[in-house]
């Protein structure tokens, strides 16, 4: 499990707005990561949360800010895990923090 490879490629989705893969990416390490009760684990199911969320918004689904809201209030919840991150992959935390903001979550 290579967590900052992980993060990287969930940077690069995320640039690309390609949300659903990012969740996909995420939520594979998360497994594993729960297996082993890794003190990550419950930042990646934040990330996966915040994935969930802008792919709310992207598809514009019935309801999509009220359940985007909703979704990211997981990555609210485990944003602080970040502490645990080297200074190069906290950029995770500020991309999805900016994304979040443009898509009027925060």
């Not at 598809?59 to 502490?83: E, H, L, M, V, W």
């Amino acid at each position: 499990m290579d967590i900052e490879k992980e993060l990287h490629l969930f940077l690069y989705l995320l640039s690309k707005e390609d949300y659903y893969q990012a969740h996909d990416e995420m939520e594979h390490l998360w497994r594993e990561m729960k297996k082993e009760d890794h003190k990550l684990t419950n930042f990646i199911k934040g990330l996966i949360n915040a994935a969930v969320a802008f792919e709310h918004i992207k598809r514009a689904t019935p309801n999509a800010s009220i359940k985007a809201q909703k979704t990211f209030a997981g990555f609210a919840k485990y944003k602080n895990d970040c502490k645990y991150l080297t200074d190069e992959l906290k950029a995770v935390c500020f991309a999805v923090e900016q994304k979040a903001k443009h898509m009027n979550l925060l």
